[in-house]
C-alpha cells in the first residue's frame, strides 16, 4: 500500500462527502480552494455556506509532507526528520437549533529518516525505501455529535451506527474509542464534554491481528458511513419549527465549540503553531457564536437537561 | 509598600472605573460577583451587558496567593515556590461597531521564597520576612484599542493621551511600551494586529532610577487613565449611524479578537490552564462573534483600509 493510493482513497472519500452533502441540503454549493504547501505538498478545502440545512461548514482534504521540525517531533512524541500526512477533515455547522454540530476526520501519518538507537542502520535503510516502520505510520480519525439539545434516542442511534461500523472491524474498538472521544472532546475549564462524543482513535498501527490493510480499511469505513449518518441524524430535526430562545442557547453552545477548538484542540493548535493555512483549520468554526456571563439555564429547563447530559461515560447505544 | 496597599489601590481603581462607565453608558448597572480561590485569595468580578454604550464587558479585581507549581514556575521563567498576584483587568464591547473595542489591564506580581544558587540564605531570608528582592517583584499593564474601523484621527489622539501619561514618567517608556503592543497583540496566523495597539508593559521591576513607588505611581496613573479615555474615544462615535454592513464587519472583527484571546492571549491561556475562575477569565468574549470562510472585503472599502492598517510599527501619535 503506498501513500498515494491512500490520498487517492481520501481524495474520493472528499468527494463523495460533498456530493452527498450536496444532495442532502438541497441548495448550497461546496466551493472549491486548492491550495499548496511551500515546504511540500498541499490540500483542496471545500467551504460551503447558507445552504437549507447547513449554515457553515467544509469538506478539507490534505496531503502535506517535508521535514520535521525537531519541536514537532517532540510535540508528537516521535523521533524522525521528515514526515508524510494525508487527511479529510469535515465540521457542519447547521441553521436549525434542532440538528446538532457534527465533525468527522480520518488521517494518515507516516514518518520518515526514523532515528533509532537500538537499530540505527537497519531503520535508515527502511525510511530511505520509503517503508516506514510500523510504529511510525499509523491512522486516525473519529466521528464525533455535539447537539445544542441533547435527544437521548438520535444519541443512541448515532452510537449504534458508530458501534456497528466498529464492531465490523473489532469488538473492542468501539468501547475504546467511545471512550477515548470522552476523554479527547472535554473542555476542562467548563468540566462539560463538548458534545455527547462518538468514536476517536489515534495511532492506529499495523499489527499481526490488524494488518496495515484492515486497518486502512477500518479508517476508509469511517469516511464512507459520515454522510449516510449526517442524513440520519440531521432528518429528522432539519425543518423543526424553532424560536429565538433555540437560537440563542445554540449560539452560547457555539461559543463553547470555538472554546474547545481554540484552546483545545491538538490539530488546530498543532496547525496553526506550525505555520499551517489558517482558512483551513478555523474552517471548523462556526458562522456566529455568543458569550454571555455565567450563563446558567433555568432548573428543568431543556437547557439545563442538555447541560447535564454533557459528561464523560454516558452509555449511550446502551440507553 | 505592603502588598495590602496595591491590593486596596487596585480595588478602589476598580471601583472608580466602574462608577465612571456607569455614568458614561447611562443605563448599564455592573454587577457584583465576588468569588474565593481554594488555593489563597480571591476576586471581585464585576460584568456589565446589553448598555446604551456599552454591549458587554467587565471590570475585574483579583487578590490571589499561594504555592507555585514548578510547571507554573517555569512558564514564568522565575524560581520561586510561593506567588502573590493582583491585578484590575477591563475589556468593553461596545454595541455600535464605531466604538472600538478596549482593553485595561494593570498588575502587580511578587515570588515568594526564592531560591537562587549564589546568595540562597539571603534571598531565603527576605522571603520569609515577607519581601521579595527586586527582580522578583514587579507590575505590568496597559491599554489597547481593537476598532471595527480605523479613524487615523482617533487612533491619533488614543495613542497621544498614553504618550503623555507615560511621559510624565520616562520618555523612554512610551516608545518601548508601544512597540511592545505592537508585538504582544499580534496575532500570527493572520498576520494581523488585533488593533491599534496602545502601550503594553510586564516585569517592570524597581531600579535606583525608578524605585518601586514611581513604578507603583505609574502603574495607577495607567489605571486612571482608562475611564476618561474611554470616554474621548467612545463619545464622538456612540451614536453614529451604522448599517447591517458595518454591524457584520464588527462581529468578524469580534471573531479574531476571540482568535487572539483563546490562543494568544498569556493572561487566559495561563488562567485557564492552571485553574483560573473560568468565568472572569472569559469575560473579555464580546457578546457576539462571526466567521467566514476566507473573507476578503473589496477593494478600496473601509473595511479594507483597515485591515491595511493592522500592521506593527505604525507611528500612531505622530500620525
Known amino acids: 500500500m503506498r501513500r498515494q493510493e491512500i490520498a487517492a482513497e481520501f481524495r474520493a472519500i472528499q468527494d463523495s462527502i460533498c456530493r452527498q452533502l450536496e444532495a442532502l441540503d438541497g441548495t448550497a454549493r461546496f466551493g472549491n480552494d486548492p491550495w499548496t504547501r511551500p515546504e511540500g505538498g498541499g490540500g483542496l478545502s471545500r467551504p460551503i455556506a447558507d445552504g437549507a440545512l447547513i449554515e457553515k461548514g467544509g469538506v478539507n482534504f490534505s496531503e502535506v509532507f517535508g521535514p520535521l521540525s525537531s519541536a514537532a517531533a517532540k510535540s508528537l512524541k516521535i523521533e524522525a526528520h521528515t514526515f508524510y500526512a494525508t487527511g479529510v477533515s469535515v465540521v457542519l455547522h447547521a441553521r436549525n437549533p434542532w440538528v446538532p454540530t457534527i465533525h468527522m476526520n480520518i488521517r494518515y501519518f507516516e514518518a520518515g529518516d526514523a532515528v533509532n538507537a537500538q537499530q540505527p542502520s537497519l531503520l535508515r535503510e527502511n525510511a530511505s525505501s520509503g517503508e516506514a516502520t510500523n510504529n511510525q505510520r499509523w491512522f486516525g480519525g473519529g466521528i464525533d455529535l455535539t447537539p445544542a439539545y441533547v435527544d437521548q434516542h438520535a444519541a443512541a442511534l448515532f452510537h449504534s451506527r458508530l458501534k456497528e461500523t466498529c464492531d465490523r472491524w473489532d469488538p473492542r474498538y468501539y468501547p475504546e474509542y467511545k471512550r477515548s472521544a470522552d476523554d479527547y472532546f472535554f473542555l476542562p475549564h467548563r468540566n ?48 423543526k419549527a424553532f424560536t429565538q430562545r433555540e437560537k440563542d442557547w445554540q449560539l452560547l453552545r457555539r461559543g463553547r465549540y470555538v472554546e474547545f477548538n481554540l484552546v483545545h484542540d491538538r490539530g488546530t493548535r498543532f496547525g496553526l503553531e506550525t505555520g499551517g493555512r489558517t482558512e483551513s483549520i478555523l474552517m471548523s468554526l462556526p458562522p456566529e457564536a455568543s458569550w454571555r456571563y455565567d450563563h446558567h439555564p433555568e432548573d428543568g429547563s431543556p437547557e439545563e437537561q442538555t447541560l447535564a447530559w454533557l459528561r464523560k461515560g454516558v452509555d449511550w447505544s446502551g440507553l
Open 192 to 239: 462539560e464534554t463538548r458534545g455527547i462524543g462518538g468514536i476517536f482513535f489515534d495511532r492506529l498501527a499495523p499489527s499481526a491481528e490488524h494488518p496495515f490493510d484492515d486497518l486502512f480499511a477500518f479508517t476508509r469505513s469511517i469516511g464512507h458511513l459520515f454522510a449516510g449518518l449526517y442524513a440520519e441524524v440531521a432528518g429528522p430535526v432539519r425543518s
